[in-house]
Antibody, heavy 117, light 113 residues
Framework: QVQLVESGGGLVKPGGSLRLSCAAS????????MSWIRQAPGKGLEWVSY????????LYADSVRGRFTISRDNARNSLYMQMNNLRAEDTAVYYC??????????WGQGTMVTVSS | DIVMTQSPDSLAVSLGERATINCKSS????????????LAWYQQKPGQPPRLLIY???TRESGVPDRFSGSGSGTDFTLTINSLQAEDVALYYC?????????FGPGTKVDIK
């Protein structure tokens, strides 16, 4: 079945780095745009970044631009997010999400990132 | 930047009755080249990721019960849940795509009265 499984979350100190991964299965990964969306504890949803199907185009929310880098490996059916210079406000569950032109149709279960000293 | 608002913040509806959630965008999300409104609705239950219910303002995602319907255009949109079921208790979010940015509304909590 169609599935997205995130990994790589954890506890990191402010200013630190973390790399999230997402393994896709059950669909032709290379045909789809992909996104990362986050949800701080008890809060709403915030789109973070997306990447085109080929990986040549990327977009970022203002809150992470210059600190986060999205990438993908279509041969490995995998999506990544390199997160640098992390801040307390980056604490959230990070979801890997299959992206249609303007909506998000398949979500992973999420991986928790906690930024704290 | 586009701002999405939802009303009410929460509502309680009796089983079998109708629930109506409103969503308003600060800019029109209508795309004239393809005649689509870039507005989607999601349902999120505790401890679960969101689930896509409606896209293009009124197109129901595959597998979504037909008691869920979306309407509206431009800046004003509505999600209607007809004949509310116990399993519909959840948070509901609207989401827009505008000027290369995706924005979610703050969410509306639906409970049983």
């Amino acid at each position: 079945q169609v599935q997205l499984v995130e990994s790589g979350g954890g506890l990191v100190k402010p200013g630190g780095s973390l790399r999230l991964s997402c393994a896709a299965s059950g669909f032709k990964f290379s045909d789809y745009y992909m996104s990362w969306i986050r949800q701080a504890p008890g809060k709403g949803l915030e789109w973070v970044s997306y990447i085109s199907s080929s990986g040549t185009a990327t977009l970022y929310a203002d809150s992470v631009r210059g600190r986060f880098t999205i990438s993908r490996d279509n041969a490995r059916n995998s999506l990544y997010m390199q997160m640098n210079n992390l801040r307390a406000e980056d604490t959230a569950v990070y979801y890997c999400v299959r992206t249609l032109w303007d909506a998000f149709d398949i979500w992973g279960q999420g991986t928790m990132v906690t930024v704290s000293s | 930047d586009i701002v999405m608002t939802q009303s009410p913040d929460s509502l309680a509806v009796s089983l079998g009755e109708r629930a109506t959630i409103n969503c308003k965008s600060s800019q029109s999300v209508f795309s004239s080249p393809n005649n689509k409104n870039y507005l989607a609705w999601y349902q999120q239950k505790p401890g679960q990721p969101p689930r896509l219910l409606i896209y293009w303002a009124s197109t129901r995602e595959s597998g979504v019960p037909d008691r869920f319907s979306g309407s509206g255009s431009g800046t004003d949109f509505t999600l209607t849940i007809n004949s509310l079921q116990a399993e519909d208790v959840a948070l509901y979010y609207c989401q827009s795509y505008y000027s290369s940015t995706f924005t979610f509304g703050p969410g509306t909590k639906v409970d049983i009265k």
